[in-house]
């Protein structure tokens, strides 16, 4: 059956690679196959987690020279025909996101178009949902076009802010009731949309 060739860009520790992967290792992930991890930083728990699932992984580092050409050419390499941003912590130009010619989606740790855009990444969400005293958050899967968390949304959901909640309390909440739920489920459907476009085009 045909599938579709996935990429996955990483910056951290790794957890919603880790949702892709055990979602492929039990079947859910039926239209598409992680074929590619690209860290852009030596060292990340990412790394070890492709490593440990088998999937082809490489370090471009983000401030290294021609970060987005090279990753253009390692997405080229592997007949990638799509791309999950997954805790990937670097803003894409509207060149790279012009010059792939296939589907790039995010997940973001907030309720868009709350908490978001440039300067929203990682605990920080958390601390300005908290900080302006939201009591629901949530997370979302979106497109990725020119615009920081800018595109059009594939799927969210929310979770509640309870009294007490740190940062970490609240991201990690977040996490298990609604990112590793959305991601593994957002890049089926993508994957499974590109999956009939080739059958069309057959
Ligand atoms: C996740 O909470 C993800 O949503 C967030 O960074 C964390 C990475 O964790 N991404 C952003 O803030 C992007 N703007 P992980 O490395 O364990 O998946």
Request: charged residues 20%.
């Amino acid at each position: 059956m045909l599938t579709a060739r996935i990429a996955v860009l990483v910056s951290g520790g790794g957890t919603n690679l880790q949702a892709l992967i055990d979602c492929q290792a039990r079947g859910g992930l039926k239209s598409g196959g992680l074929s590619l991890v690209i860290a852009d930083k030596a060292g990340v728990g990412a790394i070890g987690r492709a490593e440990s699932a088998g999937i082809p992984c490489q370090v471009i580092p983000r401030r290294g020279p021609d970060f987005e050409g090279k990753v253009l050419s390692a997405l080229e390499a592997h007949r990638i025909d799509m791309v999950v941003l997954a805790g990937f912590l670097g803003i894409l130009s509207g060149g790279f996101v012009r010059s792939f010619p296939g589907p790039i989606i995010n997940i973001h740790p907030a309720l868009i178009p709350s908490f978001c855009g440039k300067g929203f990444y990682g605990l920080r969400v958390h601390q300005a949902a908290l900080d302006y005293g939201v009591k629901v958050t949530g997370a979302t899967v979106h497109y990725v076009n020119e615009i920081p968390d800018g595109g059009k949304i594939i799927l969210q959901k929310a979770v509640d802010v309870l009294p007490g909640d740190t940062p970490e309390m609240l991201q990690r909440r977040v996490m298990e009731q609604a990112e590793w739920v959305l991601l593994p489920q957002a890049a089926e459907m993508v994957a499974a949309q590109i999956v009939r476009e080739k059958e069309n085009t057959l």
